[in-house]
């Protein structure tokens, strides 16, 4: 029989694609159309940390160039939204860039690395708090216009398809990635750079290349958020509580796999979303924040028992059962 | 013909420490050619020099005539020079044949091309049991196959081996001996420090010995082991002196 790597992406994307069929609970829709958005910011972060073993800490910062991207193209510049989606990963991609010349040709490793990228984070949320371009701290308002042609869409089914149409490019791409030279030579680095260097791997290009990728498809995850809620403000789009939904996802997943990501986001937001409803019923009103602390349970957890994350745990469970 | 790796007179100072003094070594195209000498005496600290992992502080070296001392370590490798460590540095994460496909990527950019020549690599060096195992579970012995393996696999014309049989048994140093020769008979140049004086002598076209990073000797094999100044910076002062001595005493008696 023929290898066929990528079946498993087309099943789970079907599967997932038939599920806003059988529901119309706005709610759900919601969640599965955020929860594409988080895997898409987190797969990103995955190319970057999880293969390339370049842990960021600062993912916002591409998340919210694409967002704001996307939002001050339309609004200022008056760019369709289809020609501002590519040109705001563009952006995200120039300063992935920039950030991997500055700190990999420094050779920044590790905790270091994960700080300047936290340190870039910050700086974006900053200035987009206090220049007027960006809005400054009222944020930006992309106006309503619910038209295709605009990218807004009346049935939020179509969103949701949007947003997963993406997660399944990326899908493909990671897997392609890991089947080609660049993905040999991006674990390569991350498992030993030194050695990946005798081998004649140029590190500092493979980084470059990671983190430029990485950059671009975070991005994107930015101009899905724009678009789904045609609001913007400077914590929203550079805060660190995407940083590290980013990475939180991957790690819960799966770090360095293709459906990590993925399955770390549906993980991760699911819970997070029973907690603030059990929370909102045992205190009789909501609790704000309460699923943070989940989160870091769950970080916690996955450190400690789980390391290769909820896939891992699978996998392992499968050997288990049928020792080979 | 000019010698395949020349290294004309290298000088590496970390801070006040002069780790390599002024040595010059060449390598002839398919050779085996020694680098021996007493601990510290800067064999490792050459070997980084000439695969570009740190910098000469002086000196240049040269390979296939063309002046290198400025090419970074990757485009090194590209030239065809390929390094083991000393201390084994396999990816831990990945399968043995992953790790040989890291190197065999450098030639082949195609995956399919890439595995089968790792597959063959594997094969060549005794590791063809164990491809689909992973790295962190190998052996001492087979990590050092691993890191042969690996640096085969990027077809280099000159291979620099960093006591790839420090750290077997006798039987498994056998073992390798042959894989050692089977390379060089494939027409790839060989580069070798190393402290098991056995292999050395029987493995060596020829040696050179440093010592307190400067090279004090150089010639085959038989005639660098009998030299005095060698058998000191093993032994210490005087030694060469004693042994004759006694050798002389013994005849007597």
Known sequence: MKEQPYLPILVVVAGLALLPLGLSSNTVLNFLSFAMIITLAAQGWNILGGYGGQFSFGHAVFFGTG???????????????????????????????????????????????????LAFAEVFRISANAWGFTGGAAGVLVPLRLDPANMQFADKRIGFWLALGFVAAVLALTLAITRSRFGAQLVAVRENEEAARALGVDALAVKLKAITLSGAITAAAGCLYTQKFLYLDASLAYGPWISVEALLAPIIGGVGTVFGPLVGAIVLLGLGEVTKIVFANLMGGSVPGVDLVVFGILLIICVAYAPRGVLGLVQGWFRRKAPA | MSALLAVNAVTKRFGGLVAVDNASIEVAQGSITGLIGPNGA????????????????????????????????????????????????????????????????????????????????????????????????????????????????????????????????????????????????????????????????????????????????????????????????????????????????????
């Open chain 2, 42 to 253: 800067g064999k490792t600290t050459l070997f980084t020099v000439i695969a570009g992992f740190e910098p000469a502080t002086s000196g240049s070296v040269a390979f296939e005539g063309r002046d290198i001392t400025a090419l970074p370590t990757h485009q090194r490798a590209s030239a065809g020079i390929a390094r083991t460590f000393q201390i084994v540095q396999p990816f831990a994460g990945l399968s043995v044949r992953e790790n040989i496909a890291v190197g065999a990527f450098l030639r082949h950019p195609a995956r399919a091309n890439a595995l089968a020549k790792a597959d063959a690599i594997g094969h060549q060096v005794g590791l063809g049991a164990m491809l689909d195992q992973s790295a962190s579970q190998l052996t001492v012995a087979g990590r050092k196959r691993l890191e042969l393996a690996r640096a085969l696999a990027t077809e280099p014309k000159l291979l620099l081996l960093d006591e790839v049989l420090a750290g077997l048994n006798p039987s498994e140093i056998r073992d390798m001996m042959p894989v050692v020769q089977a390379i060089r008979a494939g027409g790839v140049a060989i580069l070798i420090v190393e402290h098991v004086m056995q292999a050395v002598m029987s493995l060596c076209d020829s040696v050179y010995v440093l010592a307190q990073g400067r090279i004090i000797a150089a010639g085959a094999p038989g005639e660098v082991a009998r030299d005095p100044r060698v058998i000191e910076a093993y032994l210490g002062h005087g030694a060469a002196a004693r042994m004759q001595a006694q050798a002389a005493g013994d005849a007597h008696a």
């Open chain 1, 67 to 117: 967002a704001y991207g996307m939002a001050l193209l339309q609004v200022r510049f008056g760019v369709n939204p289809w020609l501002a989606l590519p040109l705001a990963m563009g952006l995200g991609a120039v300063v992935g860039f920039a950030i991997g010349y500055l700190s990999f040709r420094a050779r920044l490793r590790g905790s270091y690395f994960a700080l300047v990228t």
